[in-house]
């Protein structure tokens, strides 16, 4: 089993781990099977171009949406990401709010993230030495700023900052525990945000999360509570702006990394060597 892909697999500089709606957004689309210590990535990952860009897709779910958020293969796809040459990752996902401000059709670029999964593999550092990344800041402040200032010339109902409680799923919250999140002052929630964001960071990679609010979490809607044909509904109305805009957020990365995120492993003894 190799970490590499083939010498002629064509390489990229931006990755985004998406729904299965973003193929389209690419331009002459190679497909590359990339294999990694950790299994393969969703699927095979489609490699593009855009407006000059080198972009490289991942379906999170799989092209046929066959892993549910607790059993989605995040380590692979994102060392499978890396092994291709990407270094900045945006990751569009739908998400409940937990604040009657952010409703249906708004975007939050969230500045934390609150872990409420359990039993997912969320490190490549299990044996030989002890890494600690730094996590403060779980999200890298470039990709932040950049897709903020797109998101609101392109006339998005923004929340360009927010806190995404991440749960195992795949059922949603009840009313309770939905309540209990929304009196922390969290406002987003989702399935997919970690380990995700931390094993980005572990790969010293940049990652944005770009979220899409589909409904009003259990806690603070009147009717009854979140179902999946309302999420699919407003995903749905909602999936072809929300790919324009990560096409217009690719466009408008930096071509270099002047953020922290490249040294998140300065100074540590790894165990196992990067792609
Ligand atoms: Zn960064």
Redesign the pocket.
Known sequence: MSSQPSAAAPAAEIGVIGGSGFYSFLDDIEEVRVDTPYGPPSDPIAVGELAGRRVAFVPRHGRDHRFPPHRIPYRANLWALRSLGVR?VLAPSAVGSLTPRYGPGTLGIPDQIVDRTSGRDQTYYEHGAAVHVSFSDPY????RRTAAGTAKTAGWDLADRGTLVVIEGPRFSTRAESQWFAAQGWTLIGMTGHPEAVLARELAL?YTSLCLVTDLDAGIEEGEGVTMDEVLRVFGENIGRLRTLVGDVVKALPAE?S????NALDGMKLPLELP
């Open positions: 900045q890298c402040p470039a990709g940049c990394r953020c922290p995120c490249p």
